[in-house]
């Protein structure tokens, strides 16, 4: 007999004869002639109960079981006697696969986030985590639904890359040499040496190869692993984060910024709809305000201005921020969110950033002092997309690439993408964890994903 996961059979219309279940204990409430067990097997919220008589030939041990537990269980779905579920299970055969210790860190009471991060290979056995990690995964798929849906190609973009994407160098080296006894030339490394014959990094985004891409099959996306080697421990960076990167051919940046929020509004729009069950625990026990946050980022209209007014905004505010508001300084999570939580009280598009402060591949304005560059605000979080027009003239982007002081020999086949068949494009990065962020209301980076990396931590 196959087993059925727990949460079709919360959704059963009807009792069934036998069913069969494989889970978790989460308590066990013992009474006179029976035992009430509470299992969960992880794919919903909500466990359900399972009646253990004494007449089981094994009664004896079920009374033994511990929190944490892991059991097989047969028996008859029926109605339930008590209140606060519509179903319950009879047991007719339970066999226990292993028994808990008492010493199970996770006990049936509220542990911080803090203590849950030193264990985070157990976290998702509890009711917030299991629902975050649940949540993951249907916005996982949503994503690919969503560009499915739209015409997009998905694109495997690589991991290992001789260039530096942002031109910020930031990078995650990556060596097959021997690092007790390094090859020298000249007083340096010598990468001719190494795995790939020059130095190799793991990457910062996928965009440049999705560029490749949409100028040859028109609209793509990648969505993967993304790494960047930056000394923060703030609450919204992580040293490994998930983006999804779409690139769109004859697409200016109206076309971007309209895609960036319909892809905004259908992302939030479906967690509200597929997710009820997992985002009633976050709005009653993370943020009270998520399901308006939620359902004003999903129906809203959203604001789109200038950079420069944006910084008139925040200028004429009245308010004292820690970081100066000026023409040339790029905005911080606290302009940011005053922007959109405070001045506008919906999401924000600002684009047209002066081009000292953003990447050499983005489009050179007219007034040759911005850029086609825009970044989506949501509240609670500030930025989740950025993005921008990319520069399609081999001529501005060579120009760019000296003024940046880049080289331009690791990068020979981006410019050689601008002598054949070269056509205005357009594209931005989402980054995922942010995305979780405002769907969950958790507010820092750590908890949304399994097995966080950070500075001096890579346990696990």
């Known amino acids: ?78 109605e339930s006697q008590g209140g606060g579920q519509k179903w319950e299970i009879a047991g007719a055969q339970i066999d226990i696969i292993s028994l808990a210790p008492e010493n199970y860190p996770l006990q049936k009471k509220r542990h911080t986030d803090e203590f849950l991060r030193t264990i985070a290979h157990l976290r998702p056995r509890t009711n917030k985590y299991g629902a975050a990690y649940r949540l993951r995964s249907d916005m996982s798929y949503a994503i690919h639904q969503f560009f499915r849906d739209s015409g997009f190609r998905y694109v495997h973009t690589p991991i290992l890359t001789g260039s ?106 479906y967690v509200m709809r597929e997710c009820a069950d997992d985002l009633e625990l976050f709005a009653k026990w993370v943020d009270t305000n998520l399901m308006q946050t939620l359902e004003n980022t999903a129906i809203s209209d959203y604001i789109r201005l200038p950079y420069r007014e944006a910084v008139e905004v925040l200028q004429k505010s009245g308010r004292k921020f820690e970081y100066e ?26 684009y047209d950033y002066p081009k000292t402060i953003k990447p050499f591949y983005m489009r050179l304005n007219d007034d040759n002092e911005t850029v086609a560059a825009m970044d989506i605000l949501v509240p609670n979080i500030g930025e989740i997309i950025g993005g921008s027009q990319r520069e399609e003239r081999l001529e501005v982007l060579e120009a760019r690439m000296v003024e940046t002081g880049m080289e331009k020999e690791p990068y020979w086949w981006y410019l050689e993408s601008r002598k054949f068949g070269t056509v205005p494009h357009s594209g931005f990065g989402l980054g995922f964890e942010r995305l979780l962020m405002l769907v969950t209301g958790i507010s820092n980076i750590r908890d949304v994903i399994p097995f966080p990396r950070t500075p001096g931590s890579i346990e696990f």
């Open 1 to 78: 007999m196959e087993r059925t996961k727990i949460f079709k059979l919360l959704k059963s219309e009807t009792p069934a004869a036998e069913v069969l279940i494989k889970g978790w204990i989460r308590t066990r409430r013992d009474s006179k002639a029976f035992s009430f067990l509470e299992i969960n097997d992880g794919s919903c919220l909500k466990n359900i109960q399972v009646i253990a008589n004494d007449t089981l030939p094994n009664y004896d041990e079920i009374k033994k079981l511990t929190t944490g537990s892991a059991v097989v269980v047969r028996g008859e779905l029926v």
């Open 164 to 269: 530096d994407c942002e031109g910020a160098g930031e990078l995650f080296k990556v060596t097959a040499l021997d690092l007790e006894s390094l090859p020298q030339k000249e007083g340096k490394t010598d990468y001719l040496q190494d795995f790939f014959a020059k130095e190799a990094n793991l990457t910062v985004s996928g965009q440049l190869s999705a560029e490749m891409f949409c100028l040859a099959l028109g609209d793509v996306y990648t969505f993967g692993p993304t790494f960047r080697a930056e000394n923060s421990n703030t609450r919204r960076h992580a040293a490994e984060f998930w983006m999804i990167e779409p690139e769109m051919a004859f697409c200016d940046l109206q076309g971007n910024m309209d895609l960036g929020e319909a892809l905004i509004k259908y992302l939030t729009s």
């Open 325 to 350: 508001v000026g023409f040339g300084n790029d905005l911080q999570t606290e302009h940011e969110r005053f922007l959109t939580e405070k001045h506008f009280k919906k999401p924000v598009i600002v």
